[in-house]
């Protein structure tokens, strides 16, 4: 069974940071495609970034180019977000979702697998 737990949220203040986490299980870590996504209450939800094991390919939004950087550990089935000079704007759940054997895309549709998401509030 693919599993994907989220961790790392918080309450930050304005221009702070934070790594989100996503753990993996159920699936050999070595051919995925793992996109972050988030979502504020009353919005839709957002894609956030992606990363492609297959190639490395990365991809951030408009939004958090810049600040978010997108990783993985493969040793440790783990794909982090980092996430830099936080706004309030950024507020939000925060969900990473999965798809085996195949490049990402920000498209939320194509991933099978998702997080239970993870609180990340910044406060102004």
């Known amino acids: 069974e693919v599993q994907l737990v989220e961790s790392g949220g918080g309450l930050v203040q304005a221009g702070g940071s934070l790594r989100l986490s996503c753990a993996a299980s159920?699936?050999?870590?070595?051919?995925?495609?793992i996109g972050w996504f988030r979502q504020a209450p009353g919005k839709e939800r957002e894609g956030v970034s992606y990363i492609s094991s297959s190639d490395g390919s990365t991809y951030y939004a408009d939004s958090v180019k810049g600040r978010f950087t997108i990783s993985s550990d493969n040793a440790k089935n783990k794909v982090y977000l980092q996430m830099n000079s936080l706004k309030p704007e950024d507020t939000a759940v925060y969900y990473c979702?999965?798809?085996?054997?195949?490049?990402?895309?920000?498209?939320?549709?194509?991933?099978?697998?998702w997080g239970q998401g993870t609180q990340v509030t910044v406060s102004s």
């Open positions: 979702a999965a798809k085996t054997f195949t490049i990402a895309t920000i498209d939320a549709d194509w991933y099978d697998y």
């Open positions: 159920g699936f050999t870590f070595d051919d995925y495609a």
